[in-house]
């Protein structure tokens, strides 16, 4: 299920559509938090049974990682990014349909029509 988890973030990283931001700023490290939806929840819940943390790091330079912990194992995934008039492009990628990325107050949502894994903000 971890390295699932892991698949699923590194693609959404790749493939995010930016919407309803408002011009709020998306630099810093987010950690996961929690999920909406039977999928996300029950994903979540697991990561958090056995332990395992995830974050997403957006630097002011257009750097991030993904980074990943499980006992003593961890990981991280470098990518680099740019975030213009309200659109957020990962490693030169923009999104297809159907996932969108939202910052409210202290929360990175990741949405899709059916759930939302939400990330707070360190």
């Known amino acids: 299920k971890f390295t699932a988890m892991m698949l699923v973030a590194l693609l959404a990283l790749s ?3 930016c919407g309803g931001t408002s011009g709020k700023s998306i630099v810093g490290t987010w950690e996961l938090d929690s999920g909406v939806g ?10 958090k049974a056995f332990g395992m943390t995830m974050s997403i790091t957006f630097n002011a330079d ?4 993904v980074d990943s912990a499980f ?9 680099t990014y740019t975030y ?10 923009e ?13 990175l949502i990741f ?6 894994m939400i990330f707070k903000k360190k």
């Open 38 to 47: 039977e999928d996300a929840e029950q994903a979540v819940s697991l990561m």
């Open 62 to 65: 257009g750097t991030g990682t």
């Open 95 to 107: 999104a297809g349909d159907g996932l969108n990325i939202k910052v409210e107050g202290n929360k």
């Open 84 to 93: 213009e008039d309200g659109v957020l492009k990962v490693n030169d990628q």
């Open 15 to 17: 493939l995010i559509a």
């Open 111 to 116: 949405e899709t029509d059916d759930m939302q």
């Open 71 to 79: 006992g003593e194992e961890k990981s991280s995934e470098p990518f």
